[in-house]
């Protein structure tokens, strides 16, 4: 009798240690996730299937902060003297009227919607349709083409439901996702997957900086909600890769931090203000590590300064590697670049970043990008502003700015106020992509450059 009190005893401290185990931790990490980051709140999802997780909350708030985008685009068409002959003037020209349709987000409760540049391009007339039917002409606020978002403003007779921005820096690879959106005019539709990747550049050319999901998009969720399971706005669908044109496993936003500031630009100012720390620099990897004698194999390696810029006046050197940016770990360029993208010029940045083998950190005060310049091997470059697109008919290149060459130097009054198009059969978008694109050559090797004359003449040379 007295063995089994003992066993008895012993089962019974033993529950009732566990139970007790089991309420300390248990009920501590449930009341810390309610005031931690919003990321904590799913390590508690860890391990388990998509059917244990409650996507109807999120889906059930985002479908009524997404609306269906129409594009309405008025061209002439060229007149036919034959098929006029014939057909009389049936056959003669006129105007058409092209409709795309698309995705949008409501971001305000008085009617300022987010897309993607790409839905409204070259839109006569705009009409937004919301979830519950209503629909309402559309202005068009402002525009950032080079990260494919658009501001659009309606005017409705009530308050509108709109989606909240989470953090897209605090999201993590593998966090379930819900991707909202109008695909192939079914409206209302909600998409479930996870961040497959972050800080993605699909062009190489260390810019962009996508989230990539497996939320099934197609075409007409551009423009549309990519929200985590809380239902908070963490990234703007733009783009699929398919060689079909239909989503084939794989789907990227532009990050909401990204798209929050530039709104935010758009509505302050009415044009996005770009900050800029002045470097020239390239990404590490086992290759350059080797030639430059470094441990790391992972930043962003300085190849060069530029004059007057913040990163000067900070005292930051040719190379030095950049490994962090505030709080956040720089791994490759476009991790880079995805973080100063969200800041303005005069926004001070602490930058990390080991110097002959030391860890140091630096306060740099961001520059305004068009008060910086960049020389190509004697020839001075700017950014094209509109004036020079339209003058060109062009939507890409970087603009000469003078010539200091000597070999050049006979041509300057041609090449001068002319457009850099490409570089090594590359398409220049901008300064950023110069620096990409001659980040990954040796100082002595050659560059095939083509451009437009001051004149409007297509020239190629080698440089």
Do not use: C
């Not at 979830?131 to 978002?149: E, F, P, Q, R, V």
């Not at 068009?370 to 020079?388: A, F, P, Q, R």
């Not at 106020?417 to 050559?441: F, H, Q, R, S």
């Amino acid at each position: 009798m007295k063995k089994f009190a003992s066993l008895f005893f012993v089962s019974l401290l033993s529950g009732a240690t566990t139970l007790g185990a089991y309420k300390l931790f248990m009920e501590e990490g449930s009341s810390k996730s309610k005031l931690s980051v919003a990321t904590e709140n799913f390590s508690k999802n860890v391990g388990l299937s998509a059917e244990a997780v409650d996507f109807t909350v999120a889906a059930e708030n985002a479908v009524h902060h997404v609306v269906h985008v129409k594009n309405m685009t008025v061209y002439n068409v060229p007149s036919n003297p034959m098929m006029e002959f014939f057909y009389g003037t049936q056959g003669g020209g006129g105007q058409q009227t092209q409709v795309g349709t698309g995705s949008g987000v409501i971001i305000s409760e008085d009617g300022y919607i987010v897309t993607n540049n790409h839905v409204i391009k070259d839109a006569t007339q705009l009409e937004i349709t919301l979830n519950n039917n209503k629909t309402y002409k559309a202005k068009l606020i402002g525009t950032d083409s080079k990260m494919d978002i658009a501001l659009l403003k309606i005017d409705a007779n009530e308050k509108l439901p709109y989606a909240t921005f989470g953090n897209s820096d605090t999201i993590k690879v593998g966090e379930w996702v819900l991707a909202v959106g109008n695909p192939y005019n079914l409206t209302s539709t909600v998409t479930a997957g996870i961040v497959s990747a972050k800080a993605r550049d699909l062009n190489n050319t260390g810019i962009q900086s996508f989230i990539q999901t497996d939320a099934a998009v197609n075409p007409g969720n551009s423009g549309g909600a990519l929200v985590n399971t809380r239902g908070e706005l963490i990234g703007i669908n733009t783009m699929i890769s398919s060689q079909t044109g239909s989503y084939v496993g794989y789907s990227f936003a532009v990050p909401s931090n990204l798209a929050r500031k530039i709104v935010e630009d758009l509505m302050e100012f009415g044009n996005v203000q770009r900050g800029i720390l002045g470097i020239e620099a390239g990404e590490l990897n086992s290759a350059t590590s080797k030639e430059y004698g470094f441990k790391e194999t992972t930043g962003v390696l300085i190849g060069k300064v530029s004059k007057n810029s913040g990163a000067e006046s900070a005292g930051l050197r040719k190379n030095d590697i950049i490994t962090k940016l505030d709080e956040k770990s720089i791994l490759s360029f476009a991790d880079l670049t995805s973080y100063i993208n969200t800041k303005r010029p005069n926004d001070a940045v602490n930058v990390g970043i080991i110097r002959d083998g030391k860890n140091m950190s630096v306060s740099v005060k961001l520059s305004k990008k068009e008060m910086i310049n960049y020389e190509l091997k004697g020839i001075e470059l700017e950014d094209l502003d509109n004036v020079d697109m339209k003058r060109f008919r062009i939507d890409y290149g970087v603009k000469v700015k003078d010539i200091t060459n000597e070999e050049l130097a006979e041509y300057a009054d041609q090449l001068k106020g002319g457009v850099i198009l490409k570089i090594d059969n590359i398409k220049v978008n901008d300064i950023e992509t110069v620096n990409k694109i001659l980040a990954k050559k040796g100082e002595n090797q050659r560059s095939q450059i083509e451009m437009l004359t001051v004149n409007g003449q297509l020239l190629r040379f080698l440089l």
